[in-house]
């Protein structure tokens, strides 16, 4: 097996086989799974009523996130948020789970947590019950998300029943113009393949342009990757991973780390290996870009118009695109940077790392949030939010006008506190423009975080360059 | 979990494609920490629309949910799962699915059936002549059949096996504990612990 040529997602299969072969679907070993409030009780519920434990605490680490409030640490209004928080807080003390509450140094958004501390490394497979586990690819480690039953599985088994998945690579050549983000990339890659174009495959993301970027623009990449319905995301580990890896907590050390780091350089994808499939993108020419529609597909970019259905050949997306229209409230024709917005959120597992806060200040630096607009500026993690406020960011954020505000997941999902109000537009850094994804009736934009804050000072759609 | 063998029910066409988890069940109703009670969630964003199909007497009680491609795409929530299944479904035709949904379906016995486009617009069209038109999701013959027509639907050997059994796979899995632990024995110890560092 190991001498034929295989791709990165191909030697990490191979890697955690626990039993392949027969009837059965490969039985696959998890080295790592993170655990939040929403998708874990009904799992904690099945191992007690079978009388099981979990079988490797050691591999398990619990966070709260999707349903904490942002505003304050301590009061949680909604009694059936603060029940669920309680639960996740008995189900670990009682089955051994290491937890980080709200309100707890390393609290914060699950998939910014697993790789501060270091535990998110290459070669391994991370889970976790959330679909942006897809973020974690970003070090060359196999990570998807999984439904409650499954993390139910992996907590009593350390393994998961899988079938093996079709691989894909997404090489994206030459440099990345200037004030072309990682966010920008993905949601073109998106709006190219469209939201089923990665069903059934594992990604790697590669060339140049991938190569350049850094350990936080690689997370954002390979977080989307659930939003074309690829399984997985990944990019191959390097001299960038090794560098952000080195001195965290849970990383190697010593000889263990030189040991590591030798395996770690034998997962590049083999130069004959062959993929299932390829899409091919010219870096030259990406520009920051806006979704216009209600799903992450529907996007141009933001020097475009908001496209006219009957462009649409195929009767399913001209469907898609005429309803998403009517959802948003804009007109065909309409210039991206004349659509005014109302709310604009900085945050999410996407774009909520303290290099998209510091790409978020620095055009926010020395200006104003327009008028009638409100932005919030949301941490990933109690760590990004203590760093940001090491380097000042926080003071830029509020001379500016924008919320300041605590680690969680906030207004990505209008599951805590902090929703779009029915008809309000955002300009928004996280990952999903569904109906109601951010609140029932809100239309959402997904952009970077440099647009998002251009936009804010704008009032409208905006780059950075845009601002005078 | 309840076995699934042939079903013979009536359906509901929902005319969408895409149709994300968060459409399926909103994140607000994902803060219950039991396994039942997301019905009053289902598709709550159009509950309040007379004219939506679940609305409409000949469809309020259907068991077999017949829509658009992707359905399912997005969260991982199996909360949308357990709402279809509280709401009464026992089967979704789609062309195609969301790989999370997919899987979520399969675990907790909610059949996800893979039909053409052709099939799902022939069923739309039928259900509209004749809402009571019985449809029958056939697991043990991996077929679907409608008045005069039928279908063959793709389900990989062991998932058609657990389903028919009704089986639990943290159970089947179990049955593989000797080489989980073996495995576990050469996993290198450079590898990270959770344990406070």
């Not at chain 1, 191992?47 to 505003?71: K, M, Q, S």
């Not at chain 1, 010219?282 to 462009?311: C, K, R």
Request: charged share 25%; aromatic share 6%.
């Amino acid at each position: 097996m190991s001498d034929q040529p295989r791709t990165l997602a191909e030697k990490l299969w191979d890697a955690h086989l626990v039993r392949a072969g027969g009837d059965e679907p490969d039985l696959l070993y998890i080295d790592l799974h993170l655990v939040h409030e929403v998708t874990s009780p009904q799992a904690f519920d099945g191992l007690r009523a079978a009388g099981r434990p979990v079988r490797r605490t050691d591999l398990t680490i619990a966070t709260e996130d999707h349903n904490t409030p942002t505003d304050n640490l301590f009061s949680i209004v909604d009694p059936v948020s603060q029940t669920q928080l309680e639960t996740l807080r008995k189900n670990c003390a009682e089955f051994g789970v290491r937890l980080h509450p709200l309100g707890d140094d390393e609290q914060g958004v699950v998939h910014v947590v697993g790789p501060q501390l270091g535990l998110t490394q290459p070669g391994m497979t991370v889970v976790c019950g959330d679909s942006h586990t897809s973020t974690h690819g970003a070090f060359g480690a196999l990570a998807f998300g999984i439904g409650t039953s499954e993390v139910e599985h992996v907590l009593a088994t350390q393994t998961l029943t899988q079938r093996p998945p079709k691989t894909m690579a997404v090489t994206v050549d030459g440099v990345l113009p200037e004030g072309v983000s990682a966010k920008d990339l993905i949601l073109a890659v998106i709006a190219k393949a469209g939201t089923g174009g990665g069903i059934g495959h594992v990604v790697e993301y590669r060339g140049e342009a991938i190569r350049a970027l850094s350990m936080e623009g690689r997370m954002t990449v390979c977080n989307m990757s659930i939003e074309w319905g690829a399984k997985a995301g990944l990019i191959a580990p390097d001299e960038t991973t090794f560098a952000y890896l080195e001195g965290r907590p849970h990383a190697p050390k010593g000889e263990a780390w030189d040991e590591a780091v030798a395996y770690w350089r034998t997962l590049p994808t083999d130069e004959d290996a062959v993929f299932d499939a390829e899409i091919v993108i010219d870096a030259a020419e990406l520009t920051p870009f806006v979704t216009w529609g209600t799903n992450p597909g529907q996007g141009v970019p933001l020097g475009a118009v908001v496209p006219d259905p009957s462009v649409y050949t195929d009767p399913v997306q001209r469907g898609a695109a005429e309803r998403a229209l009517e959802y948003m409230a804009l007109t065909p024709g309409t210039a991206m940077r004349d659509v005014d917005v109302d709310v604009v959120f900085v945050g999410s597992c996407t774009n909520g790392r303290i290099e998209d806060l510091r790409n978020a200040a620095e055009v926010l630096r020395g200006r104003k949030v327009a008028d009638g607009v409100t932005m919030m500026v949301v941490p990933g993690s109690a760590r990004v939010r203590a760093q940001a406020e090491s380097e000042g960011l926080h003071e830029i954020f509020r001379e500016a006008g924008a919320d300041w505000r605590f680690a969680g997941c906030s207004m990505c999902l209008g599951m805590n506190p902090d929703k779009l109000a029915p008809g309000a537009r955002s300009a928004s850094t996280s990952n999903r423009n569904f109906e109601g994804r951010q609140g029932p009736g809100g239309r959402t934009h997904l952009v970077s975080p440099q647009v998002a804050a251009a936009t804010a000072v704008a009032g409208h759609f905006a780059a950075p360059a845009d601002l005078v | 979990m309840e076995k699934f063998t042939v079903h013979t029910g009536t359906a509901a066409p929902l005319r969408r494609s895409n149709v994300d988890t968060d459409q399926i069940i909103p994140a607000e109703y994902l803060k219950r920490v039991s396994r039942t009670g997301f019905a009053d969630g289902l598709f709550k964003a159009w509950r309040d629309d007379p004219t939506f199909v679940l609305n409409q007497p000949a469809h309020a009680t259907a068991t077999i949910l017949v829509t658009g491609t992707e359905f399912g795409v997005g969260s991982s929530r199996e909360h949308a799962v357990w709402a279809l299944q509280d709401q009464g479904f026992r089967a979704i035709v789609a062309p195609r699915f969301g790989d999370i949904f997919r899987g979520n379906a399969l675990k907790g016995g909610l059949l996800p059936v893979e039909l053409p486009s052709e099939a799902v617009e022939w069923l739309w069209d039928a259900l509209d002549a004749d809402p009571a038109l019985a449809v029958t999701v056939d697991l043990e013959a991996r077929e679907v059949r409608a008045g005069e027509r039928s279908w063959s639907f793709p389900l990989d050997d062991f998932s058609r096996w657990r389903l028919l059994e009704g089986l639990d796979d943290i159970g089947l899995t179990l049955r593989h504990e000797a080489d989980i632990t073996a495995f576990e024995g050469a996993r290198p110890s450079r590898l990270p612990r959770t344990q406070a560092a």
